[in-house]
């Protein structure tokens, strides 16, 4: 039986696997999909598919499921292998935005749904000229914290705030303490999140 919340997830799923099937600043909709696919194995352990330079499908494979062991030296490595530090924050966005969406259908007891067919396309390759490693690792407008950790591709961060609405709470939303979405309270989402931030190792 369909309900709002289920409708809303469905809804998100849809212009999420839009996003990832077209070309994005750095990839291109096929590289895009191999980026989720290698998310995907990454987590049953699974060899890769070797459609994506090693540098790519390594830091593919680690964001997915060793986020929290990345380091700075991690970055550089990468780099060093032909991973352009702004490519890599486009590639964190979408292995990032995939495993809410993928936890999230578990959670909903809906079974994933298989990465989309990808469309033609090339990127923009726009780098923001204000974009610059300031107080953290990769490249961001302005100082280095999460809502602005995206920053340095905008079309990523439009799409992770999309996810963050409708799995959590938008960020006009996140200003009332007494909201409840679903039946469930401000305090009790926090709750949750917070178990779940300390589960996942997140230092913010």
Same mark, same amino acid.
């Given at each position: 039986?369909?309900? =709002?919340? +289920? @409708?809303?997830?469905? !809804?998100?799923?849809? /212009? ?15 590289? /895009?999909?191999? #980026? !989720? ?9 699974? $060899?890769? %598919?070797?459609? +994506?330079?090693?540098?790519?499908? !390594? ?10 062991? #990345? ?5 550089? /490595?990468?780099?060093?292998?032909? +991973? ?16 809410? #969406? ?36 990769? =490249? %961001?407008?302005? =100082?280095?914290? @999460? $809502?602005?950790?995206?920053? @340095?591709? =905008?079309?990523?961060?439009? @799409? ?8 959590? +709470? ?21 709750? !949750?999140?917070? /178990? %779940? ?8």
């Amino acid at each position: 039986m369909s309900t =709002p919340l +289920l @409708a809303e997830f469905e !809804a998100l799923v849809d /212009r999420e696997w839009d996003r990832m099937a077209n070309a994005g600043t750095w990839w291109t909709g096929i590289e /895009r999909v191999a #980026i !989720a696919t290698e998310a995907r194995l990454s987590r049953d352990d699974a $060899p890769s %598919t070797m459609h +994506l330079s090693a540098a790519t499908t !390594a830091a593919a494979r680690r964001v997915s499921t060793e986020a929290a062991t #990345i380091r700075q030296v991690d970055i550089d /490595r990468w780099a060093d292998g032909g +991973l352009d530090p702004f490519a890599y924050v486009e590639l964190v966005s979408v292995v990032s935005r995939l495993a809410a #969406i993928d936890v999230s259908a578990f959670g909903l007891g809906m079974d994933e749904r298989p990465l989309p067919v990808p469309q033609p396309g090339n990127p923009s390759f726009e780098r923001p000229t204000d974009a610059v490693v300031s107080n953290g690792w990769v =490249p %961001t407008v302005g =100082p280095a914290w @999460a $809502p602005a950790s995206l920053s @340095a591709v =905008p079309d990523e961060v439009d @799409a992770m705030f999309d996810v963050h609405g409708v799995l959590y +709470l938008s960020m006009e939303q996140m200003s009332d303490n007494e909201i409840v979405r679903n039946g469930v309270h401000r305090a009790q989402i926090e709750l !949750a999140a917070a /178990r %779940t931030s300390w589960l996942n190792e997140c230092f913010y």
